[in-house]
């Protein structure tokens, strides 16, 4: 790939900040914001506009403090470590089988989670490549965009991305733009002949109580059969309509490694 050549740079995270700012309508529409009586809580215009705040603030990297993103990530953490018998990178962790727990640091916030639901958790993942780079070029009608992110396991021909929820339904991340980006990026770089499927494998986490004192949980694997050829149209398409939102908003963007910096 030819830096000088290429316009945009792209994570799948911004990809699906601007999927949600384009499904502005279905937010408004959720039932989060009826009450019970049907009406709104929120105007369509209010929320497309907190909606496009928030994807300027994820383009330009502002900090975003969140406790749930910080217990995904911790989580994340143990799980990888659980799999290939390491200490992780990015947090503190103290174990201890015998009262289930594991007790991390991240952030200045401390978890604890159980230490059986964490190694059961890894166990789904035993021999996977985890935190992988992954990049590829593509090309758009308005310039190359470079693609690029750290997948959270690859089993043979199996990406997986592992998510946290408090609250899960099947096809949440139906509209997600990983299961896309990953296995693209995989085959277009050389680095893989093809990709079978992608899953988002999510965890319903639950809170501790008095009875179950740490963090638990429930898995949900989320499996979609992967298909380079139409991720490859879809990629192009939604790429050259989110190039055209930043050129349109170019006055209000601060970070120039998406127009092609580094």
């Not at 166990?123 to 470079?146: C, H, K, M, P, W």
Request: proline share 3%; glycine share 4%.
């Amino acid at each position: 790939m030819s830096l000088s050549k290429i316009k945009y740079r792209f994570y799948p995270s911004l990809l699906d900040q601007f999927a949600r700012y384009q499904r502005a309508d279905k937010e408004f529409e959720d039932t989060w914001n009826q009450d019970k009586e049907g009406n709104y809580k929120k105007t369509f215009a209010e929320i497309e506009d907190q909606l496009k705040l928030d994807l300027l603030n994820s383009i330009n990297r502002v900090p975003f403090d969140s406790e749930a993103a910080d217990e995904g990530t911790v989580f994340n953490e143990i799980v990888d470590a659980f799999i290939h018998n390491k200490r992780p990178d990015k947090i503190q962790m103290k174990g201890d089988i015998h009262n289930d727990t594991i007790t991390a640091t991240y952030n200045n916030r401390t978890f604890v989670f159980s230490y059986q639901f964490c190694a059961k958790a890894a166990e789904y993942f035993y021999g996977a490549s985890s935190q992988v780079f992954v990049r590829a070029s593509l090309n758009t009608y308005y310039g190359i965009v470079d693609l690029y992110g750290y997948l959270d396991e690859i089993i043979k021909d199996v990406v997986y991305d592992i998510k946290t929820t408090s609250r899960y339904q099947y096809g949440k991340y139906a509209d997600g733009w990983q299961k896309h980006v990953y296995p693209y990026c995989l085959i277009e770089s050389g680095e893989m002949s093809s990709i079978k499927a992608f899953e988002y494998t999510a965890y319903q986490l639950k809170n501790p109580t008095k009875s179950v004192p740490m963090i638990t949980g429930v898995q949900y694997p989320e499996f979609y059969n992967y298909n380079h050829n139409q991720t490859k149209e879809l990629l192009v398409n939604q790429c050259e309509r989110f190039i055209e939102f930043l050129e349109n908003h170019r006055h209000m963007i601060t970070n120039p490694k998406i127009f092609g910096g580094e």
